[in-house]
T-cell receptor, first 116, second 113 residues
Framework: GAGVSQSPSNKVTEKGKDVELRCDPI?????LYWYRQSLGQGLEFLIY????????KSGLPSDRFSAERTGGSVSTLTIQRTQQEDSAVYLC??????????????FGQGTRLTVV | TQLLEQSPQFLSIQEGENLTVYCNSS?????LQWYRQEPGEGPVLLVT?????EVKKLKRLTFQFGDARKDSSLHITAAQPGDTGLYLC?????????????FGQGTTLQVKP
């Protein structure tokens, strides 16, 4: 498809287990974002990748959270030793951050993570 | 501290009423965007404003970028139940050279029939 694709769409995991969330951005988009959204809340910034630059990890809530972006395309967000407070929708977005005036972000449908 | 402050955070109105949502900052932005998110979906871009003082209209929605490019507003005329959703403003700081978009915390709008 032409849009941002996230998988899985839903994930239920036991407390203490590790999870990996995947994001396939729009082909050619140089920038990729991960956000977390709790029920009824706004977007909490997690991490930002832009081209070959060092990622902006300033939003990661703890060292249990990490993300990689391989080959400037697909990204994986990993949460180790999951806790119940990690339950949320994890949204990925990509943008073409070449013309910095029009950095429109295209979002995926999100992964709903439930830690039980 | 939230770089982009949205107000109000929650708004519940009757169909046919008008409303305005505000997005404010102490920083200058090169552009401001408004997104709408419906339940179970990702946010979708509504509009981008670039020039200070710019006004854009999208049917019953009017978007304005402040003269100093530090704030923006979204006005909805004669709201309808289909306008219900989470409205998010986002922008890139003028001082940024990374292309990173900063999002506000959102305004949840409920329009009752």
């Amino acid at each position: 498809g032409a849009g941002v694709s996230q998988s899985p769409s839903n994930k239920v995991t036991e407390k203490g287990k590790d999870v990996e969330l995947r994001c396939d951005p729009i082909s050619g988009h140089t920038a990729l974002y991960w956000y977390r959204q709790s029920l009824g809340q706004g977007l909490e910034f997690l991490i930002y990748f832009q081209g070959n630059s060092a990622p902006d990890k300033s939003g990661l809530p703890s060292d249990r959270f990490s993300a990689e972006r391989t080959g400037g395309s697909v990204s994986t967000l990993t949460i180790q030793r999951t806790q119940q407070e990690d339950s949320a929708v994890y949204l990925c977005a990509s943008s073409l951050a070449v013309n910095r005036v029009y950095t429109e972000a295209f979002f995926g449908q999100g992964t709903r993570l439930t830690v039980v | 501290t939230q770089l982009l402050e949205q107000s109000p955070q929650f708004l519940s109105i009757q169909e046919g009423e008008n409303l305005t949502v505000y997005c404010n900052s102490s920083s200058v932005f090169s552009s401001l965007q408004w997104y709408r998110q419906e339940p179970g979906e990702g946010p979708v871009l509504l509009v981008t404003v670039v020039t200070g003082g710019e006004v854009k209209k999208l049917k019953r929605l009017t978007f304005q970028f402040g003269d100093a490019r530090k704030d923006s507003s979204l006005h909805i005329t004669a709201a309808q139940p289909g306008d219900t959703g989470l409205y998010l403003c986002a922008g890139e700081k003028s001082s940024s050279n990374t292309g990173k978009l900063i999002f506000g915390q959102g305004t949840t709008l409920q329009v009752k029939p």
